[in-house]
């Protein structure tokens, strides 16, 4: 076979774009930050919506420009190793008071605390948008969940605001 020919057989090398570039998948799940999510935040410790979390966080991360990415990833990475380090205690087993004070300990360290901020901050809004689909009934729109939605008047229209009434104003003689 000769070189061109194996160049062009050869798959092409994942870029920043492509399917098959490393995500933050494995990072996230090894930095021990979900099982902290479930101990901070009780919305986070239904499976359905910690799922939802972790996705979303994996989602919005594979968007960054790949140095961010990378960076992202380094601090994931290095996450439970530095949380020991300051309180002895492992991460994803601390409890919840152990986590808190940890992580404050860790705001003090440069890019943790962004990195701790901005994933938490993404997985509650997972949590709260990801809401499971149910099977969609028959002749329906599929349902987001089983609370019903929230009227505003008793007829059950759009919210109803009163107009100013046109009288005299106070301290007006």
């Known amino acids: 076979m000769r070189l061109t ?3 062009r057989s050869r798959p092409a090398r994942p870029t920043a ?3 098959t570039f490393p ?4 990072a996230l799940r090894a930095s021990g930050l979900p099982a902290y999510w479930a101990r901070q935040y009780s919305c986070l410790r ?3 919506a910690a799922a939802a979390a972790e996705t979303h966080v994996n989602s919005t991360l594979k968007t960054l420009p790949l ?3 990378l960076g992202f990833t380094v601090v994931l ?4 190793t530095v949380f020991r380090l300051v309180t002895g205690a492992r991460l994803d087993r601390a409890s919840a008071r152990t986590g808190r004070k940890g992580m404050a300990r860790l705001g003090t360290l440069p890019g943790f605390s962004e990195v ?4 938490t901050t993404l997985a509650l809004y997972g949590a709260l948008d990801g809401l499971p689909v149910r099977e969609k009934p028959e002749g329906g729109p599929p349902l987001r969940n089983d609370v019903p939605p929230v009227r505003a008047n008793s007829e059950g229209g759009p919210p109803v605001r009163e107009k100013p009434q046109d009288g005299p104003k106070k ?3």
């Open 5 to 7: 020919q194996m160049a």
């Open 17 to 19: 774009t492509s399917p």
């Open 23 to 26: 995500t933050h998948g494995g």
């Open 46 to 48: 239904d499976p359905e």
């Open 67 to 69: 140095p961010y990415r």
């Open 77 to 80: 990475r290095l996450l439970p």
């Open 116 to 119: 701790v901020r901005a994933s």
């Open 171 to 173: 301290g007006a003689a």
